[in-house]
Protein backbone atom coordinates (compact mmCIF):
# COMPACT_ATOMS: atom_id res chain seq x y z
CA UNK A 1 0.00 0.00 0.00
CA UNK A 2 1.06 3.85 -0.90
CA UNK A 3 1.08 6.38 1.35
CA UNK A 4 2.24 9.83 1.51
CA UNK A 5 3.62 12.73 4.28
CA UNK A 6 3.35 15.77 4.79
CA UNK A 7 5.69 17.37 7.07
CA UNK A 8 4.09 20.54 8.24
CA UNK A 9 0.11 21.35 8.49
CA UNK A 10 0.89 24.88 7.99
CA UNK A 11 4.00 26.99 6.37
CA UNK A 12 4.27 30.69 6.48
CA UNK A 13 6.86 32.40 4.15
CA UNK A 14 7.13 36.49 3.61
CA UNK A 15 6.42 37.32 -0.20
CA UNK A 16 9.61 37.25 -2.40
CA UNK A 17 11.26 34.24 0.37
CA UNK A 18 11.74 30.41 -0.94
CA UNK A 19 8.77 28.06 -0.56
CA UNK A 20 9.35 24.72 0.00
CA UNK A 21 6.73 22.12 0.56
CA UNK A 22 8.22 18.75 1.94
CA UNK A 23 6.47 15.30 1.03
CA UNK A 24 7.68 12.05 1.32
CA UNK A 25 6.29 8.97 0.33
CA UNK A 26 6.38 5.03 1.08
CA UNK A 27 5.31 2.95 -1.89
CA UNK A 28 6.51 -1.38 -2.29
CA UNK A 29 6.28 -0.14 -6.21
CA UNK A 30 7.77 2.78 -8.55
CA UNK A 31 5.51 6.19 -7.81
CA UNK A 32 3.30 8.01 -9.62
CA UNK A 33 3.82 11.48 -7.72
CA UNK A 34 1.46 14.59 -7.86
CA UNK A 35 1.21 18.22 -6.56
CA UNK A 36 -2.65 19.56 -6.29
CA UNK A 37 -3.20 23.04 -4.83
CA UNK A 38 -6.23 24.00 -3.51
CA UNK A 39 -7.54 27.98 -3.25
CA UNK A 40 -10.25 28.46 -0.78
CA UNK A 41 -13.75 26.78 -1.60
CA UNK A 42 -12.55 25.75 -4.72
CA UNK A 43 -11.65 21.94 -5.88
CA UNK A 44 -7.76 21.02 -6.51
CA UNK A 45 -6.01 21.64 -9.38
CA UNK A 46 -3.19 19.77 -10.63
CA UNK A 47 0.98 21.76 -10.34
CA UNK A 48 2.57 19.22 -11.57
CA UNK A 49 3.39 15.12 -11.81
CA UNK A 50 6.35 12.96 -11.95
CA UNK A 51 5.30 9.97 -13.70
CA UNK A 52 8.36 8.64 -15.66
CA UNK A 53 11.78 10.41 -16.95
CA UNK A 54 13.02 13.30 -15.97
CA UNK A 55 13.24 13.82 -12.05
CA UNK A 56 12.81 17.35 -12.17
CA UNK A 57 9.38 18.38 -12.85
CA UNK A 58 8.48 22.04 -13.78
CA UNK A 59 4.67 22.85 -12.91
CA UNK A 60 2.43 25.44 -13.11
CA UNK A 61 2.93 29.15 -11.52
CA UNK A 62 6.88 28.75 -11.28
CA UNK A 63 6.34 25.77 -9.32
CA UNK A 64 8.86 22.59 -9.47
CA UNK A 65 9.55 19.17 -7.68
CA UNK A 66 12.37 16.84 -7.76
CA UNK A 67 11.52 13.35 -7.19
CA UNK A 68 14.14 11.43 -4.82
CA UNK A 69 14.43 7.79 -4.93
CA UNK A 70 16.72 7.40 -2.67
CA UNK A 71 14.86 10.19 -0.01
CA UNK A 72 11.88 8.55 -1.23
CA UNK A 73 10.65 12.18 -1.21
CA UNK A 74 9.26 14.56 -3.58
CA UNK A 75 9.65 17.96 -2.21
CA UNK A 76 7.44 21.35 -4.02
CA UNK A 77 9.79 24.25 -4.24
CA UNK A 78 9.12 27.91 -5.44
CA UNK A 79 11.83 30.34 -5.81
CA UNK A 80 9.79 33.45 -5.00
CA UNK A 81 6.77 33.33 -3.02
CA UNK A 82 4.16 35.19 -4.41
CA UNK A 83 0.79 36.58 -2.51
CA UNK A 84 -1.70 34.37 -4.82
CA UNK A 85 0.39 31.69 -3.64
CA UNK A 86 -1.36 31.46 -0.26
CA UNK A 87 -3.34 27.98 -0.72
CA UNK A 88 -3.12 24.64 0.43
CA UNK A 89 -1.17 21.98 -1.18
CA UNK A 90 -1.62 18.31 -1.63
CA UNK A 91 0.87 15.43 -2.35
CA UNK A 92 -0.31 12.50 -3.78
CA UNK A 93 1.12 9.49 -4.54
CA UNK A 94 -0.61 6.76 -6.72
CA UNK A 95 1.44 3.43 -8.82
CA UNK A 96 1.11 1.99 -12.64
CA UNK A 97 0.72 -1.28 -11.32
CA UNK A 98 -3.50 -2.40 -11.56
CA UNK A 99 -6.33 0.20 -10.49
CA UNK A 100 -5.05 1.93 -7.48
CA UNK A 101 -6.43 5.00 -6.50
CA UNK A 102 -4.60 8.14 -5.69
CA UNK A 103 -3.39 8.64 -2.08
CA UNK A 104 -3.36 11.84 -0.42
CA UNK A 105 -1.65 13.21 1.99
CA UNK A 106 -3.13 15.39 4.63
CA UNK A 107 -1.84 19.15 2.87
CA UNK A 108 -0.47 21.86 3.98
CA UNK A 109 -1.73 25.07 4.43
CA UNK A 110 0.76 27.73 2.95
CA UNK A 111 0.51 31.77 4.13
CA UNK A 112 2.32 34.40 2.23
CA UNK A 113 3.09 37.53 4.37
CA UNK A 114 3.60 40.57 2.97
CA UNK B 1 -15.60 23.87 -21.60
CA UNK B 2 -17.07 23.51 -18.46
CA UNK B 3 -15.23 21.72 -15.89
CA UNK B 4 -17.02 18.84 -12.87
CA UNK B 5 -19.55 20.78 -11.12
CA UNK B 6 -20.99 19.39 -7.73
CA UNK B 7 -24.86 20.22 -5.99
CA UNK B 8 -25.20 21.33 -3.89
CA UNK B 9 -22.52 23.34 -3.08
CA UNK B 10 -24.08 23.14 0.87
CA UNK B 11 -25.97 20.92 2.51
CA UNK B 12 -27.14 21.05 5.91
CA UNK B 13 -28.75 18.20 7.54
CA UNK B 14 -29.96 16.26 10.29
CA UNK B 15 -29.10 13.67 11.81
CA UNK B 16 -30.44 10.37 10.25
CA UNK B 17 -31.54 11.97 7.68
CA UNK B 18 -30.59 10.47 4.19
CA UNK B 19 -28.96 12.82 1.73
CA UNK B 20 -27.70 12.88 -2.02
CA UNK B 21 -24.70 14.74 -3.55
CA UNK B 22 -24.92 15.05 -7.23
CA UNK B 23 -21.55 15.27 -9.32
CA UNK B 24 -21.75 15.94 -12.94
CA UNK B 25 -18.60 15.20 -14.80
CA UNK B 26 -16.36 16.99 -17.85
CA UNK B 27 -18.22 15.63 -21.06
CA UNK B 28 -16.04 12.93 -22.10
CA UNK B 29 -14.69 11.57 -19.21
CA UNK B 30 -14.74 7.96 -18.52
CA UNK B 31 -13.72 7.60 -15.26
CA UNK B 32 -14.75 9.52 -11.85
CA UNK B 33 -13.95 9.62 -8.42
CA UNK B 34 -15.54 10.65 -5.08
CA UNK B 35 -13.28 11.65 -2.06
CA UNK B 36 -14.54 12.98 1.28
CA UNK B 37 -12.43 16.25 3.13
CA UNK B 38 -12.43 16.16 6.58
CA UNK B 39 -10.86 18.84 8.68
CA UNK B 40 -6.62 18.56 9.02
CA UNK B 41 -7.66 14.72 7.46
CA UNK B 42 -6.59 15.71 3.85
CA UNK B 43 -8.68 13.41 1.15
CA UNK B 44 -9.78 10.03 1.59
CA UNK B 45 -10.64 8.10 -1.63
CA UNK B 46 -14.52 6.60 -1.58
CA UNK B 47 -15.06 4.68 -4.89
CA UNK B 48 -14.13 5.45 -8.24
CA UNK B 49 -16.45 4.90 -11.76
CA UNK B 50 -14.86 3.49 -15.09
CA UNK B 51 -18.05 4.04 -17.18
CA UNK B 52 -21.02 3.02 -15.24
CA UNK B 53 -19.09 0.24 -13.14
CA UNK B 54 -17.40 0.38 -9.64
CA UNK B 55 -15.07 -2.45 -9.76
CA UNK B 56 -13.79 -1.48 -6.09
CA UNK B 57 -16.19 0.00 -3.48
CA UNK B 58 -13.86 -0.63 -0.34
CA UNK B 59 -13.34 2.79 0.39
CA UNK B 60 -16.95 3.43 0.94
CA UNK B 61 -16.93 3.93 4.95
CA UNK B 62 -19.90 1.78 5.57
CA UNK B 63 -22.96 0.60 4.07
CA UNK B 64 -24.60 3.73 4.38
CA UNK B 65 -23.14 4.98 1.62
CA UNK B 66 -23.70 4.61 -1.65
CA UNK B 67 -22.68 5.69 -5.59
CA UNK B 68 -24.13 5.22 -8.86
CA UNK B 69 -23.66 6.62 -12.01
CA UNK B 70 -25.85 6.29 -14.72
CA UNK B 71 -25.17 6.79 -18.52
CA UNK B 72 -21.70 7.42 -18.28
CA UNK B 73 -21.96 10.76 -17.17
CA UNK B 74 -23.48 11.91 -13.71
CA UNK B 75 -23.08 10.72 -10.84
CA UNK B 76 -24.50 10.67 -7.65
CA UNK B 77 -23.62 9.53 -4.00
CA UNK B 78 -26.20 8.76 -1.36
CA UNK B 79 -25.52 8.74 2.19
CA UNK B 80 -28.15 6.79 4.48
CA UNK B 81 -29.65 7.55 8.17
CA UNK B 82 -26.67 10.33 7.87
CA UNK B 83 -24.39 11.02 11.11
CA UNK B 84 -22.65 13.92 12.73
CA UNK B 85 -18.84 12.18 11.03
CA UNK B 86 -20.17 12.54 8.20
CA UNK B 87 -19.85 15.82 8.00
CA UNK B 88 -17.23 16.77 5.63
CA UNK B 89 -16.49 18.41 2.09
CA UNK B 90 -16.94 15.38 -0.87
CA UNK B 91 -15.39 16.22 -4.15
CA UNK B 92 -16.03 14.47 -7.04
CA UNK B 93 -13.18 14.28 -9.82
CA UNK B 94 -13.06 12.78 -13.41
CA UNK B 95 -10.39 11.92 -16.02
CA UNK B 96 -10.14 11.17 -19.77
CA UNK B 97 -10.16 7.79 -18.58
CA UNK B 98 -9.22 5.20 -15.49
CA UNK B 99 -5.16 5.41 -15.65
CA UNK B 100 -2.76 5.85 -12.72
CA UNK B 101 -1.48 8.93 -14.88
CA UNK B 102 -4.07 10.36 -15.87
CA UNK B 103 -5.00 13.99 -14.64
CA UNK B 104 -7.98 14.40 -12.21
CA UNK B 105 -10.18 17.70 -12.57
CA UNK B 106 -11.92 18.34 -9.40
CA UNK B 107 -15.35 19.71 -8.95
CA UNK B 108 -15.51 22.53 -6.24
CA UNK B 109 -17.36 20.18 -3.45
CA UNK B 110 -20.36 19.92 -1.64
CA UNK B 111 -20.24 21.16 2.25
CA UNK B 112 -22.14 18.57 4.03
CA UNK B 113 -22.89 19.51 7.65
CA UNK B 114 -25.01 16.92 9.54
CA UNK B 115 -26.84 18.96 13.47
Known amino acids: AQSVTQLGSHVSVSEGALVLLRCNYS??????LFWYVQYPNQGLQLLLK??????LVKGINGFEAEFKKSETSFHLTKPSAHMSDAAEYFC????????????FGKGTRLSVIA | GAGVSQSPSNKVTEKGKDVELRCDPI?????LYWYRQSLGQGLEFLIY????????KSGLPSDRFSAERTGGSVSTLTIQRTQQEDSAVYLC?????????????FGPGTRLTVL
Open chain 2, 93 to 105: ASSLEWSSYNEQF
Open chain 1, 27 to 32: SSVPPY
Open chain 1, 50 to 55: YTTGAT
Open chain 1, 92 to 103: AVTTNSGNTPLV
Open chain 2, 27 to 31: SGHTA
Open chain 2, 49 to 56: FQGNSAPD
